[in-house]
């Protein structure tokens, strides 16, 4: 997605922040994701529908544990945890 630049500069792109699965970190930063960024990003993509975006990220949720409880079975990602990491933030404040 190109943005604006100053005159003389070729404009600059957007590097996408998407999730590496199965750690389920950001390709980009290697923060949890959904990263601030990523979240920024799907909040504009989704600006007409936030029912859409909360059914998208509770599918990527239901991914994230089963992949993350593979990964490390003892003592498993908290539930809670990936509730406010992947839902909560979905919702209109």
């Known amino acids: 997605m190109p943005t604006s630049s100053p005159p003389g500069r070729p404009p600059r792109t957007i590097r996408p922040h998407v999730a ?3 750690l389920w970190l950001c390709r980009v930063c290697a923060g949890p994701w959904p990263c601030q960024p990523a979240r920024l990003l799907l909040l504009l993509e989704y600006r007409r529908d ?26 498993g990602p908290r539930p809670d945890e990936l509730f406010h990491r992947f839902v909560a933030w979905t919702r209109h404040t």
């Open 20 to 22: 590496i699965r199965p």
């Open 50 to 75: 936030r029912v859409a975006l909360s059914i998208y990220m509770a599918t990527c949720l239901f991914d994230a544990a089963a992949d993350l409880l593979r990964l490390n079975p003892d003592p």
